[in-house]
């Protein structure tokens, strides 16, 4: 018993959880759990629209969740994802991506080589194409 135990608290992967938060800041970056055994991956998923219910003249912002996650929802969210991920500002889009180490997913980086850069870089263009509109 105490080997079983030893050897699930060794191995179990602890990811930032978080739902649908207003970018990745607070909750997203505070709130770690440990994953159950058989979820072996950090999952992050972020969406770019407007408020979910319906508000005139609504803005659009980030949305950011984090979980556990196995490797088959992994491909999964990332395959049904694939198609709308193409960061257009004036478009509702959403990305995933999964990562394998504790803690890994502190960063969305949606594949950025340098973490938490294409998080930044997709701000700043955001928020240049809004001043260039107004």
Not at 16 to 40: F, I, P, S
Not at 112 to 126: A, E, F, I
Request: some cysteine; overall charge negative; proline content about 1%.
């Amino acid at each position: 018993f105490v080997v079983q135990f030893f050897i699930s608290s060794v191995s179990s992967l602890e990811c930032y959880v978080c739902d649908k938060q207003d970018g990745n800041t607070e909750k997203c970056l505070k709130t770690l759990r440990t994953c159950e055994y058989e979820e072996d991956r950090c999952l992050s998923e972020i969406r770019w629209s407007t408020t979910p219910y319906w508000t005139q003249g609504a803005e659009k912002q980030y949305y950011v969740s984090k979980m556990c996650a196995t490797e088959a929802i992994c491909d999964k969210k990332i395959k049904d994802s694939m198609e709308l991920c193409h960061y257009i500002w004036y478009e509702d889009w959403k990305c995933a991506e999964c990562c394998q180490g504790d803690r890994c997913n502190y960063y969305v980086t949606l594949g950025s080589s340098s973490l938490g850069s294409s998080l930044v870089l997709t701000l700043l263009s955001v928020s240049l194409a809004i001043r260039t509109l107004l």
